[in-house]
């Protein structure tokens, strides 16, 4: 499975109610080989978008004053979402498991 093809795909619970939009996904470096190994560890789900962050997913970020007014807009209710709540991937549709915890998609620095 590539990344590529989860990114943009319908969020759904677990009774089949679309929660949005899969925008991004947080990965973890583990390993200590060179280069260390990548491994998926959430989803970013937004209600209201299919667009990423543009690289401002930082809490303290600095960025332009209008785009982070835009980006606050189009994200807003956004949620990450471990990937054990994955319960299974279809064609342009993630389901998460009955009871999934909604977290803060925002980094910290």
Known sequence: MLLSDILGSA???????RLGAVVD???????RTSPAQARM???IISPRS?????GY??????RPVILDRLLRWMHRGS????????AHIELHRVVLRPGFE???AALEE
Request: charged share 35%; proline share 0%; net charge negative.
């Open 11 to 17: 969020a759904f619970d677990g009774d089949g109610n």
């Open 25 to 31: 996904a947080r990965f973890r470096l583990e390993g």
């Open 41 to 43: 560890v959430a989803l």
């Open 50 to 54: 299919t667009s990423s962050y543009l």
């Open 57 to 62: 997913e930082r809490k303290a970020a600095s």
């Open 79 to 86: 949620y990450l979402v471990n990937w054990e709540d994955v």
């Open 102 to 104: 909604r977290r803060d």
